[in-house]
C-alpha cells in the first residue's frame, strides 16, 4: 500500500525518487468566509456573484459563490505549504481543472492528492513529469474542485 502523507505528519522535502504511483498527500485546511471572497474577486474577479451576496442570490449559483481562480489560488497555497513537500517546489507543466460546485463562505478547504504517474524525461536526466490528481475539498467531503496538474519533479542531486 502507498503512503499517505498527512498535514500533521513531519514533513521532509521529497525528491523525485521519494515518490510512488498512489502515493497520497493531504493538506491542512483553510478557512473561508464572505470578506474573503468579496476581497479577491474585488481585485480579480469583479462580478457579482462573488462580490454582491444580495446580488447573487438572484444568479446561477443562488447565493455568494467564491471565483474559482480563488479557490485555485488557494489550492495552491495549502499544497505549497502543507500539502505536498516537494524539494524544488510545486512547479506545473499543465493540467486540467474543473468546478464541480462552487466553493461557499465558511467552506474550511483541504486538499487531498494522490501521484497517479510518473514519466522519466528523456532528455534531462534526474527529472520526471508526475502527474497528480488533487480535489479540493470542504468539511464535508464534497470536491469543489479537481486539479489534475504534471509537475516537474527533480531527483535528489539532480
Known amino acids: 500500500m502507498a503512503p ?3 498535514p500533521d505528519a513531519p514533513r521532509r522535502a521529497l525528491y523525485l525518487e ?3 504511483v498512489g502515493d497520497r498527500f493531504t493538506s ?9 471572497i468579496v476581497a479577491f474577486a474585488a481585485q480579480f474577479d ?3 456573484f462573488h462580490t454582491d451576496a444580495d446580488a447573487a442570490d438572484g444568479t446561477f449559483f443562488r447565493g455568494l459563490a467564491a471565483s474559482g481562480w480563488h479557490t485555485a489560488a488557494l489550492t495552491m497555497k495549502l499544497l505549497v505549504a502543507s500539502g505536498l513537500p516537494l524539494a524544488d517546489g510545486v512547479i506545473g507543466s499543465g493540467g486540467e481543472l474543473q468546478w464541480p460546485q462552487p466553493t461557499r463562505p465558511d467552506d474550511v478547504l483541504h486538499v487531498e492528492s494522490e501521484v497517479l504517474e510518473i514519466v522519466p524525461s528523456r532528455s534531462k536526466p534526474g527529472r520526471a513529469m508526475v502527474q497528480m490528481r488533487c480535489e479540493t475539498k470542504n468539511q464535508r467531503g464534497e470536491v469543489l474542485q479537481r486539479f489534475t496538474p504534471k509537475l516537474v519533479v527533480v531527483a535528489r542531486g539532480a
Not at 28 to 36: F, I, K, P, S
Open 4 to 6: 499517505t502523507h498527512s
Open 46 to 48: 469583479p462580478q457579482p
Open 18 to 20: 521519494d515518490l510512488s
Open 28 to 36: 491542512g485546511e483553510h478557512a473561508l468566509d464572505a470578506a474573503q
